[in-house]
T-cell receptor, first 115, second 112 residues
Framework: DTGVSQDPRHKITKRGQNVTFRCDPI?????LYWYRQTLGQGPEFLTY????????KSRLLSDRFSAERPKGSFSTLEIQRTEQGDSAMYLC?????????????FGEGSWLTVV | AQSVTQLGSHVSVSEGALVLLRCNYS??????LFWYVQYPNQGLQLLLK??????LVKGINGFEAEFKKSETSFHLTKPSAHMSDAAEYFC??????????FGTGTSLTVIP
């Protein structure tokens, strides 16, 4: 069990550029989640996948955001035309499908700074 | 609807003193309750969880929490604070569909 891994850990980008983050979940986990965390706040749910299917999206996920999990393994989160308000930590988490798994396990996060 | 309230965004304790971090939740169904810890520039690490059974749960690093349904609380405690406990602590409530709702966090400072 190598845990949830995220890449890159830090990204600085200019406003208007596109960025992509990658998440590799714990290998046997078929659920994968994306959260966003800003300073002084707890994680906020963005979206989640059951295998390759994206089952729920938060209204926080504007049309500039897109997430994929094409083969039900790793996932990518792309932000197009970044804005300064997108600066945050993007957290990936994974779990088994409930009721087999009622705990989500987080990666180290990807920090995005938009300048 | 589910939500979490963490009372006290900052808590300071002396090294060796009792740590008490408060969490109250609201949930229309029996909840799953969690405490996570976050060190600077890192992700969230699970400290402990309550799903069913014994209401006093023990976690890593000497932490424990008690589920009190009548008080809708899940406070986190540790008898003796260590310098390495300084971090951000998040309480979360989850449901059977793994929808998690997090509190805004409590920053713990340990004074030598």
């Amino acid at each position: 069990d190598t845990g949830v891994s995220q890449d890159p850990r830090h990204k600085i980008t200019k406003r208007g550029q596109n960025v992509t983050f990658r998440c590799d979940p714990i290998s046997e986990h078929n659920r994968l989640y994306w959260y966003r965390q800003t300073l002084g706040q707890g994680p906020e749910f963005l979206t989640y996948f059951q295998n390759e299917a994206q089952l729920e999206k938060s209204r926080l996920l504007s049309d500039r955001f897109s997430a994929e999990r094409p083969k039900g393994s790793f996932s990518t989160l792309e932000i197009q035309r970044t804005e300064q308000g997108d600066s945050a930590m993007y957290l990936c988490a994974s779990s088994l499908t409930p009721p087999d798994g009622n705990t989500i396990y987080f990666g180290e996060g990807s920090w995005l700074t938009v300048v | 609807a589910q939500s979490v309230t963490q009372l006290g965004s900052h808590v300071s304790v002396s090294e060796g003193a009792l740590v008490l971090l408060r969490c109250n939740y609201s949930s229309s169904v029996p909840p799953y309750l969690f405490w996570y810890v976050q060190y600077p520039n890192q992700g969230l690490q699970l400290l402990l969880k309550y799903t069913t059974g014994a209401t006093l749960v023990k976690g890593i690093n000497g932490f424990e929490a008690e589920f009190k349904k009548s008080e809708t609380s899940f406070h986190l405690t540790k008898p003796s604070a260590h310098m390495s406990d300084a971090a951000e602590y998040f309480c979360a409530v989850g449901n059977t569909g793994n929808q998690f709702y997090f509190g805004t966090g409590t920053s713990l400072t340990v004074i030598p």
